[in-house]
């Protein structure tokens, strides 16, 4: 049975190993603890002791949120943890104005059933290297 929590009590960053494995870098040991850590919300969802999936947001409570990640274990997916989780969320963060997120394609069909829909977006990130280390300074 799975259960879920907004708790980071007793999760350690050996037990989020393989979330973020979709990143064009590997990040370091306890960067998604610090990314819920940092998060307005977040929910986990846990059988036992695994860390199943986990959802995180960013909000202002009045005019957006920013759902920055929502991952599920894949032996665990289409097993209705993900929409559990967005739901949950949802439901946590309250009536604000909107909700946005970033997916890849292949997602797409998940957020329409849930009611989102699509819509462009701008971005800007760190450049890393190959090892995932931030680029040297520039010298001027």
Not at 114 to 140: I, N, V
Request: net charge positive.
């Amino acid at each position: 049975m799975i259960s879920y929590t907004d708790s980071l009590q007793g999760i350690t960053p050996f037990q989020l190993r393989g979330f973020l494995a979709h990143w064009d870098f590997v990040p370091p040991e306890g960067t998604l603890l610090e990314i819920l850590r940092g998060s307005s919300h977040f929910i986990v969802a846990r059988q036992d002791s695994e860390i199943v999936g986990y959802i995180a947001v960013l909000c202002d409570h009045v005019s957006c949120a920013y759902i920055s990640h929502l991952e599920v274990r894949a032996q665990h997916r289409n097993n209705g943890v993900g929409k559990e989780l967005v739901q949950r969320l949802l439901s946590r963060i309250g009536d604000v104005h909107g909700i946005y997120l970033g997916c890849a394609p292949s997602v797409e069909p998940f957020y329409e059933k849930l009611g989102f829909t699509k819509a462009t977006g701008m971005k800007r990130r760190k450049q890393r290297s190959s090892d995932g280390a931030e680029p040297a300074a520039k010298e001027r």
